[in-house]
């Protein structure tokens, strides 16, 4: 199927609804106006893995225990200033001295253990927990004032990495996620959120580090990627954090990169009639991955293969991408029909708006690709919160068959970061479970070097030949426009995290 070129030109109505709903907030000064593609749901830290959330408070409110270097992996201090392992189950981290949360209380020993334990509690599915931790059992404690031990049952050897995404928080947040207001360590205050119309952050005065220059940072959404990228035309925004391709056409203003995730389609295989593999084989065969790029993705986007980019390691290089193949799609989904599978079955194609630019248009493109062979599909695109209650476990047990529209963020360095929440038996977000994947994810979560690698690689063989729990995309190419008052560069991390103290004035 071919797919013809999205329209560059920006509607008059369009235009109109962009001067109706512009930020009372203008940039000016030493303040800065970000607009992103939707409105948080939450803002609690511990869901700073979520990209509309982390873009507001990791690293600007709440600060994490070490960081990671996007541009090398590599892992250098935060909140923690030193760590190392004192035996193979064991680490220590020395946490920085002299600093105090946004309500005054002193970060210290006791107040990361809390934070973690709070992150880590089962009760809540905090996606910290559920995505980067969910098969490891952690005990945090207190041996100093300001030193922690990190006990795990099996070793865990990449632990400094992993608390890059831990977010620390004050002792004073309540147990229960979903706080409205966070206090964290980080050089900005979350000051306001007014639902529907704006979040903002403000500098705070008692920061252990330099001194940031943005005084006020005001965040702003909306959908149309169109309207976003001339915000920052007009001058009404500073940073429109992504953009479409057919919107980046000012080389003064936008900014490509290649960045760190990954889109799919999470196929449910425990329905019928996606429970049969050749309904699978033939889903990916069906979608013309090469008629999507350049059109609705943009030209740089790679083929995935498998959940993991090509720069993290446990990638398999040796996988080939599914080829577009409608005429086997079709006979697959022929004898899967003779043989009593119900592909005549209504299967919903549950689709978010905003999680990449022209996401609608790709969930319409790919249902037109897969009616043409034989299925039926409807569509469902939803905002965030309700495409979160299809997202992560417990599913319901009533729900019919369903394709997901889905895009997974690993700028880590390790692909424990993915495997187990997404293919895990008991992965939070996961809908296949298989014994042996099982079996490799355990073993390369506690290997190092040469074997950590082959293992996680062994793994993503048998999910992309043997499983195919996923419809395969793109790697994808992200684009943000930045207005030229400002110095900031946009990296593979911008689609996960803004760092408003690096952003400087002209």
């Known amino acids: 199927m071919k797919?013809?070129?999205?329209?560059?030109?920006?509607?008059?109505?369009?235009?109109?609804?962009?001067?109706?709903?512009?930020?009372?907030?203008?940039?000016?000064?030493?303040?800065?106006?970000?607009?992103?593609?939707?409105?948080?749901?939450?803002?609690?830290?511990?869901?700073?893995?979520?990209?509309?959330?982390?873009?507001?408070?990791?690293?600007?409110v709440a600060e994490t225990l070490t960081e990671i270097n996007p541009d090398d992996g590599s892992v250098t201090p935060r909140l923690a200033t030193s760590w190392k392992q004192t035996d193979n189950l064991t680490w220590e981290f020395n946490i920085r001295k002299g600093i105090k949360f946004h309500d005054g209380e002193d970060l210290n020993a006791k107040s990361v253990v809390k934070s973690i334990n709070r992150a880590l509690n089962p009760k809540y599915d905090c996606e910290i927990r559920t995505k980067f931790f969910g098969n490891i059992k952690l005990k945090a404690s207190a041996i100093g004032n300001h030193t922690i031990s990190v006990k795990t049952e099996t070793p865990q050897p990449i632990m400094p990495a992993m608390m890059g995404t831990m977010t620390i928080v004050s002792p004073n947040t309540q147990e229960a996620k979903g706080v409205r207001n966070p206090k964290g360590t980080g050089p900005y205050l979350f000051n306001t959120w007014t639902p529907g119309q704006s979040v903002t952050l403000k500098r705070f005065d008692g920061y252990w580090g330099d001194k940031p220059e943005v005084e006020n940072a005001t965040?702003?959404?909306?959908?149309e990627s169109a309207v976003r990228a001339a915000m920052v035309k007009t001058g009404e925004a500073d940073i429109a954090a992504s953009i479409g391709v057919q919107d980046a056409n000012d080389p003064k203003m936008d900014f490509s990169y290649f960045n760190s995730e990954t889109s799919r389609l999470r196929i449910d295989i425990t329905r019928a009639p996606l429970n049969d593999i050749r309904v699978r084989k033939a889903m990916n065969l069906a979608v013309d991955l090469d008629g999507l790029t350049g059109t609705?993705?943009?030209?740089?986007?790679?083929?995935?293969?498998?959940?993991?980019?090509?720069?993290?390691?446990?990638?398999?290089?040796?996988?080939?991408?599914?080829?577009?193949?409608?005429?086997?799609?079709k006979k697959l989904v022929k004898a899967a029909k003779a043989d009593g599978v119900p592909v005549d079955k209504e299967i919903v194609l549950i689709g978010r708006l905003g999680i990449y630019p022209n996401s609608t248009e790709a969930m319409e493109a790919i249902h037109a690709m897969l009616t043409e062979v034989g299925f039926n599909i409807k569509i469902k695109m939803m905002e965030t919160a309700g495409w979160l209650n299809f997202l992560s476990r417990p599913y319901a047990e009533d729900r019919g068959a369903a394709?997901?529209?889905?895009?997974?963020?690993?700028?880590?360095?390790?692909?424990?970061?993915?495997?187990?929440?997404?293919?895990?038996?008991?992965?939070?977000?996961?809908?296949?479970?298989?014994?042996?994947?099982?079996?490799?994810?355990?073993?390369?979560?506690?290997?190092?070097g040469d074997k950590r690698r082959d293992t996680w690689r062994k793994a993503q063989k048998k999910l992309h030949q043997e499983i195919i729990p996923d419809i395969q995309m793109f790697h994808m190419v992200g684009f943000s426009r930045v207005n030229p008052r400002i110095k900031f560069t946009p990296t593979i991390s911008t689609n996960s995290e803004i760092q408003i103290s690096q952003v400087k004035f002209n």
């Open 219 to 223: 965040y702003v959404w909306r959908n």
């Open 3 to 60: 797919i013809k070129s999205l329209s560059l030109a920006i509607s008059s109505a369009a235009i109109m609804a962009f001067g109706s709903f512009l930020s009372p907030a203008y940039s000016a000064g030493k303040d800065i106006t970000i607009v992103i593609a939707e409105e948080p749901d939450i803002v609690d830290p511990c869901e700073a893995t979520r990209s509309v959330v982390g873009k507001i408070v990791k690293q600007n």
């Open 403 to 448: 394709l997901q529209q889905s895009q997974h963020d690993n700028n880590n360095g390790d692909a424990v970061f993915s495997m187990f929440n997404k293919y895990a038996c008991k992965g939070a977000q996961s809908t296949t479970c298989d014994k042996q994947v099982d079996a490799w994810i355990k073993e390369a979560t506690a290997a190092t």
């Open 296 to 329: 609705i993705f943009p030209k740089g986007v790679v083929k995935m293969t498998q959940i993991v980019v090509p720069s993290i390691n446990g990638h398999n290089p040796n996988l080939k991408p599914w080829p577009y193949n409608p005429a086997e799609a």
